[in-house]
């Protein structure tokens, strides 16, 4: 009897997600295959999750390893793989971060940057970014712009106010002294692939060294080499206070970190989790970053985002209103709607998403070769002439 698993997810899940009726079983590198067999290259890569590539075998072979030794193990004991990331983290990021707290999904760092940013100020108030997303819970939620999502769940947190992004005088007129933090991203993903601007980011660290405001940055999306750098505030010199991450951290497994700098003071007892930090994905992130630096990630995402904006930019695409982004976050920003094209894409072998109504997004694993980039401009060509 052949199972019929689209059925089954129709049947059995809430109803959440706007799918593609589309069966997922198997990948390799950036290559995914569907039930009947149908090969894609996948430039959603589970939503910028596969920075190295479906069915790494040092990911695997981690898993396979730290999963027949010891899955599980309670924050109130300490555990070797977690020691070695904990290390690792403060490594790789901005120099003035120094302790970290881990969590298992991007949403979940970002409320642990808000509860920080509030229990070390003693305020409650935040300023964000119009186009911004950062979570479906409900205090990242609150931080999240798009009214859509937030409709029908209000009241959300209070006091999160929202600025156009990249308008430095906007932004200073709504600190205040009630003010805690400040959340941003490096470039917006979900927005429509925004890139911050230099200028913009030193005025803001600058502001919020003077007031006392702590800088929340969110590279849930952008980190871990996506933009041709480990993070994308590498870019800026952007120091934040706090840095959100996750999607890529641990080569595909659930895993958030929120890593802060030494003004922030969480006592004992006001914040915790179960899953965070378990040796399963932490072993799985200590291979995945270990393999992002050996095999210089940043560099084949810098070198790979040129080689496919120039040569896409090489051909006419009358559909095109812009192509933006940094090394592999690469936005295709369409005169007209991207869904109907997104469809085209997937019936000639290559998966995007959207980052908005006019955008496509693509996100393909940094590992990606140059036979498969060339083969999605080849279609990327095809439906936007
Ligand atoms: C910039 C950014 N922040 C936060 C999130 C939320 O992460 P998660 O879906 O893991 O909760 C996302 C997810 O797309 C994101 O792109």
């Known amino acids: 009897m052949t199972i019929n698993y689209l059925e089954l997810e129709e049947t059995y899940a809430l109803g959440v997600y706007a799918k593609k009726e589309l069966v997922l079983v198997k990948g390799r590198n950036a290559r995914i295959w569907d039930k009947d067999g149908n090969e894609y290259i996948d430039c959603v890569s589970g939503n910028g999750v596969a920075n190295l590539g479906h069915a790494n075998e040092k990911i695997a072979q981690a898993v396979s390893e730290q999963a027949a030794r010891l899955i599980t193990c309670s924050n109130m004991f300490y555990n070797d793989q977690r020691a070695l990331l904990l290390e690792k983290l403060i490594q790789i990021t901005p120099a003035n971060l120094n302790k970290t707290f881990l969590c298992s999904s991007g949403t979940e760092s970002i409320e642990g940057a808000i509860k920080f940013a509030k229990v070390t100020t003693q305020k409650t108030e935040f300023v964000c970014a119009e186009k911004a997303f950062h979570g479906r819970t409900t205090g990242?939620?609150?931080?999240?712009?798009?009214?859509?999502?937030?409709?029908?769940?209000?009241?959300?947190?209070?006091?999160?106010g929202f600025v156009p992004f990249n308008d430095f005088d906007s932004l200073k007129e709504l600190v205040n002294q009630n003010t805690a933090g400040i959340i941003l991203e490096v470039i917006q993903g979900e927005g429509g692939i925004n890139i911050g601007n230099a200028d913009y980011f030193q005025k803001v660290r600058q502001l919020c060294d003077e007031k006392g405001v702590i800088l929340i940055i969110d590279e849930i999306q952008s980190g871990f080499c996506r933009t041709g750098k480990m993070f994308a505030c590498y870019h800026f010199d952007l120091e934040p206070d706090i840095l959100c991450v996750a999607k890529a951290i641990a080569g595909g497994l659930p895993m958030g970190a929120v890593v802060c700098s030494n003004k922030i003071d969480v006592p004992a007892g006001k914040h915790g989790t179960t899953f965070g930090g378990n040796p399963l994905c932490c072993a799985a992130a200590n291979a995945a970053i270990d393999f992002m630096i050996e095999n210089k990630l940043a560099e084949q995402a810098q070198e790979k985002g040129e080689y496919f904006t120039e040569k896409l930019k090489k051909n006419p695409l009358r559909k095109i209103q812009e192509i933006r982004g940094l090394g592999l976050m690469i936005g295709i920003e369409l005169k007209g709607p991207a869904a109907p094209l997104i469809s085209m894409l997937l019936e000639k072998g290559v998966l995007v998403f959207p980052a908005g109504a006019n955008v496509i997004r693509v996100l393909p694993p940094l590992t990606i070769t140059y036979e498969d980039l060339d083969f999605v401009i080849e279609k990327l060509v095809e439906v936007l002439n």
């Open 140 to 160: 990242s939620l609150s931080a999240t712009f798009k009214p859509e999502y937030k409709k029908g769940f209000e009241p959300l947190l209070p006091g999160f």
